[in-house]
């Protein structure tokens, strides 16, 4: 018979490495056995007659009304950096004297003025433009493209393009 063991003084009343390995063997194998997830493989129709399921976030909307509210929210956010720059420039001329004040008044407009003569300019160039025709022939169209080169050398040179007959 083999000789009895004697717990040592710090493993006196805990229990040994065995039990606490079986249990922890015990508590996996518990859950292990319960399932966690279930996962339907019955395939769905392409088209049902379930109604639709209102989703979170945004209520649905219209493809225009979609349209306007995206515009609102990005005009809305580009006047964050223009009013920043308002504000800037506002505190910056606070500080200035009435020179200055008025120089910084001034200049939107004096802005402003080439700005709209440019786009009058504009506007009167489409006007003049001429306008677009079509071609349309019926038969054989033939397109000659012949191109020509030469040397052109001295002080009083001249050319003459002649292409060949």
Known sequence: MPDPKQPL???AGRPSIDDQAQRLI????????TPTRYRDETPVPTVGSALPVPQ???TPMS????DASVMMLSAG?????IGGMTALVI????HANPVSLAIGAGAPAALAVPILALSALVKRAKKAAPDVHQHIYQGTVVQDQRTVTNTTRGVWASTRNQLPK
């Open 9 to 11: 003084a710090d493993q």
């Open 26 to 33: 015990a508590a996996v194998n518990d859950a292990m056995a």
């Open 56 to 58: 979170p976030g945004r």
């Open 63 to 66: 493809q225009r009304a979609t």
């Open 77 to 81: 956010a580009a006047s964050v950096p």
């Open 91 to 94: 505190y910056a001329l606070g």
